[in-house]
Nanobody
């Protein structure tokens, strides 16, 4: 059974930084494409970032390019999202997700595994 557990969320002032972590169990991290998504109240779950199985390719939604960085540590079976220069509009519940295929998908329905989410709140 594959489990994803996020941590690292919290309350931060605009301009601050947070690093989210997602520990994967039940599956070797190198065997799954991993992504981060976020969902604000009353809105759909949106793509944030994705990373290939070997970490060689990444993609980001335009609004976070240059501010967020996705990475993976296979030794720790952990996915990360470093978030810098945070803005109030980044406030949301952040989810990590994994898929078995090789394509770097940006649509939530294409992912097989999901974490429970971690709240990120950015105050102005």
């Amino acid at each position: 059974q594959v489990q994803l557990v996020e941590s690292g969320g919290g309350l931060v002032q605009a301009g601050g930084s947070l690093r989210l972590s997602c520990i994967v169990s039940g599956r070797t991290l190198s065997s799954v494409v991993m992504g981060w998504f976020r969902q604000a109240p009353g809105k759909e779950r949106d793509f944030v970032a994705v990373i290939s199985k070997n970490g060689g390719k990444t993609d980001y939604t335009d609004s976070v390019k240059g501010r967020f960085s996705i990475s993976r540590d296979h030794a720790k079976n952990t996915l990360y999202l470093q978030m810098n220069s945070l803005k109030p509009e980044d406030t949301a519940v952040y989810y990590c997700a994994g898929r078995s295929g090789n394509l770097l998908q940006t649509t939530p329905s294409n992912y097989d595994y999901w974490g429970q989410g971690t709240q990120v709140t950015v105050s102005s």
